[in-house]
């Protein structure tokens, strides 16, 4: 198991900036590619980005790419996105996951259960 814990949510004015955390367990966790999904009410889940288990590679889905970084510690057993110059349509529950392989969001292993962004117009 892979318990799966997010953290930093809330609510920030568009154009702003927040930093999620997630914090796993077990001895497993730096063997496994993390990555964030979102989820807009009424909206399907989406891929945000995900980075190797080597912190050397990212994967971003095109609605992020130059506004949302990625980042882990190993040591930490956490996992980092940092989201820059948000939108309103950044809005959305935000989840952490491990996955098999950082560049195919098909292959989730583990979910964390989430935690609220909002982004104010």
């Known amino acids: 198991q892979v318990p799966l814990v997010e953290s930093g949510g809330g609510l920030v004015q568009a154009g702003g900036s927040l930093r999620l955390s997630c914090a796993g367990s077990?001895?497993?966790?730096?063997?496994?590619?993390m990555g964030w999904f979102r989820q807009a009410p009424g909206k399907e889940r989406e891929f945000v980005v995900a980075i190797n288990w080597a912190n050397s590679r990212t994967y971003a889905g095109d609605s992020v790419k130059d506004r949302f970084t990625i980042s882990r510690d190993n040591a930490k057993n956490t996992v980092y996105l940092q989201m820059n110059s948000l939108k309103p349509e950044d809005t959305a529950v935000y989840c952490c996951a491990a996955l098999a392989v950082y560049n195919d969001p098909r292959t989730v292993t583990y979910w964390g259960q989430g935690t609220q962004v909002t982004v104010s117009s």
């Open positions: 077990g001895r497993t966790f730096s063997s496994y590619a």
